[in-house]
């Protein structure tokens, strides 16, 4: 069976940690640190991986942090697609709050997709996309009116027809 291809536009880096108590203005030492590649079609090339599948995660990464989360995501996924964009892959937090049990999320929006990148990115899609196929996650609002239109959106310029979540 071939690969099952999942596409993400908005991966993240996903900071996990935790600490004693979150106290507004003051330093919060936190404990236990993992930094994961994240983002939904990531997460669900991981599980299917995870349950003996063929994956090919095809994703956007780029600025200082996407060499980081194309070495987080190698400690899960041999192989991967990455495409190159100008922006920072976002970081993703979250933070569990011993004394409270709260887990305290703070996500980024993401990175800006110029055109320019949105249309190397349909070119890269229209070569390479054959079923099965899955794409998954949120967009961010940064990317939306970009992104969303030309590839992950409805309508005649929709790139991208298989599951979604």
Same mark, same amino acid.
């Given at each position: 069976?071939?690969?099952?291809?999942?596409?993400?536009?908005?991966?993240?880096?996903?900071?996990?940690?935790?600490?004693?108590?979150?106290?507004?203005?003051?330093?919060?030492?936190?404990?236990?640190?993992?930094?994961?590649?994240?983002?939904?079609?990531?997460?669900?090339?991981?599980?299917?991986?995870?349950?003996?599948?063929?994956?090919?995660?095809?994703?956007?990464?780029?600025?200082?942090?996407?060499?980081?989360?194309?070495?987080?995501?190698?400690?899960?996924?041999?192989?991967?697609?990455?495409?190159?964009?100008?922006?920072?892959?976002?970081?993703?937090?979250?933070?569990?709050?011993?004394?409270?049990?709260?887990?305290?999320?703070?996500?980024?929006?993401?990175?800006?997709?110029?055109?320019?990148?949105?249309? *190397? /990115? &349909?070119?890269?899609? =229209?070569?390479?996309? !054959?079923?099965? $196929?899955?794409?998954? %996650? *949120? /967009? &961010?609002?940064?990317? =939306?009116?970009?992104? !969303?239109?030309? $590839?992950?959106?409805? %309508?005649?310029?929709?790139?991208?027809?298989?599951?979604?979540?």
């Amino acid at each position: 069976m071939s690969a099952i291809i999942t596409y993400t536009a908005n991966p993240a880096i996903d900071v996990w940690a935790q600490c004693d108590t979150v106290v507004a203005t003051e330093k919060t030492r936190v404990t236990d640190v993992r930094y994961d590649a994240g983002g939904g079609g990531i997460n669900v090339a991981r599980v299917l991986v995870a349950l003996g599948a063929q994956a090919l995660p095809v994703y956007l990464a780029g600025g200082a942090t996407g060499p980081l989360f194309e070495t987080l995501l190698k400690r899960t996924i041999n192989q991967s697609e990455p495409i190159s964009i100008a922006g920072d892959t976002r970081l993703s937090e979250v933070i569990y709050e011993r004394s409270t049990g709260r887990e305290l999320r703070f996500v980024a929006e993401g990175p800006m997709i110029t055109a320019q990148e949105a249309t *190397r /990115i &349909g070119d890269h899609i =229209r070569l390479t996309a !054959r079923p099965p $196929l899955s794409r998954s %996650g *949120r /967009i &961010g609002p940064c990317q =939306r009116p970009v992104v !969303r239109t030309r $590839l992950f959106g409805r %309508g005649p310029a929709h790139l991208l027809p298989g599951g979604a979540d």
